[in-house]
């Protein structure tokens, strides 16, 4: 499992024109799901990001989580975070999930950052989306497992 956690100061998905998931402060998470990928690897990713401290305290420094200010979450699903480039020039996404384990576990990742207190919006699992942020920092750390 793969998450590109990018620090935002707003973020929102559509599709086909609507809204579907829209935050303020918080964190948008493009989540890739590989073949092989369990609970256990969700669990942990889910934990990590939690407490991930990438957000700046009154002395400006990186102390602070997303939950201790009162952070948003807008996780999108990307299947491509597994696309293999290192032969030939087309992506090869043999390394990505088929899509009904892949949503499983997505919409379980989505659960478990519920369960540690945090407010999340999502995407459309498997739609086609426009994802618009603006990041702030810009703050971008990539989390595997």
């Known amino acids: 499992m793969k998450v590109v956690v990018q620090r935002v100061k707003k973020a929102k998905v ?3 024109g ?3 998931g829209e ?3 918080g964190l948008l998470l493009l989540v890739g799901i590989k073949v092989g990928d369990t609970e256990a690897e969700a669990d942990f990713i889910a934990d990590k990001i939690s407490g991930l401290r990438i957000f700046e305290d009154d002395d400006q420094k990186m102390n602070l989580s997303v939950k201790d200010v009162g952070g948003e979450i ?3 699903s990307q299947f491509t975070l597994y696309g293999d480039v290192s032969k030939g020039r ?3 996404f043999m390394e990505a ?4 384990d ?3 576990l997505y919409t379980y990742f989505n659960e478990k950052l519920r ?3 945090l407010p999340v919006e999502t995407g459309v699992f498997g739609a086609m989306m426009a994802v618009e942020l603006i990041n702030d920092g810009p703050v971008t750390i990539i989390v595997e497992k």
Do not use: M
């Not at 999930?97 to 009904?100: C, M, S």
């Open 14 to 16: 559509t599709v086909d």
């Open 18 to 20: 609507q809204v579907t």
């Open 102 to 104: 892949a949503e499983r």
């Open 74 to 76: 807008l996780s999108v």
């Open 90 to 92: 087309r992506p090869n």
């Open 97 to 100: 999930a088929k899509p009904h």
């Open 115 to 117: 369960a540690n207190g």
């Open 23 to 25: 935050i303020g402060q």
